[in-house]
């Protein structure tokens, strides 16, 4: 059974860090992409960020970039969300999903409507 499931999430103060791992099992090892998805109260889901395993390509979006990081644990297929500076506008809970063509995630774009797995999420509160 494919299952995914995100880890990682707390309370943190701003300014500080958290890292958050997406932990995928139940699939041939494969080509395939991560995401990673938050959604705050009150408002819709928001991409942030994406990784594909074939060719490594990575997507961020311009509101963390250069405090957020993605990267993957190919072995264990875990992808994992770096998180710095964080900021109280960064709560929300936090969803990883998986792509299992590794199309969501090419030349370095975040196409968001391949994903189809997911997690149940967990909850990034920043206070400030």
């Known amino acids: 059974e494919l299952q995914v499931v995100e880890s990682g999430g707390g309370l943190v103060q701003a300014g500080g860090s958290l890292r958050l791992s997406c932990e995928a099992s139940?699939?041939?090892?494969?080509?395939?992409?991560m995401g990673w998805f938050r959604q705050a109260p009150g408002k819709e889901r928001e991409a942030v960020s994406c990784?594909?395993?074939?060719?490594?390509?990575?997507y961020v979006i311009d509101s963390v970039k250069g405090r957020f990081s993605i990267s993957i644990d190919k072995a264990n297929v875990t992808a994992y969300l770096q998180m710095n500076s964080l900021k109280p506008e960064d709560t929300a809970v936090y969803y990883c999903?998986?792509?299992?063509?590794?199309?969501?995630?090419?030349?370095?774009?975040?196409?968001?409507?391949?994903?189809?797995?997911w997690g149940q999420g967990t909850q990034v509160t920043v206070s400030s």
């Open positions: 999903a998986v792509d299992l063509l590794d199309l969501g995630c090419e030349e370095s774009k975040f196409y968001t409507e391949e994903y189809d797995h």
């Open positions: 139940g699939f041939p090892f494969d080509d395939y992409a």
């Open positions: 990784i594909s395993s074939g060719d490594g390509s990575t």
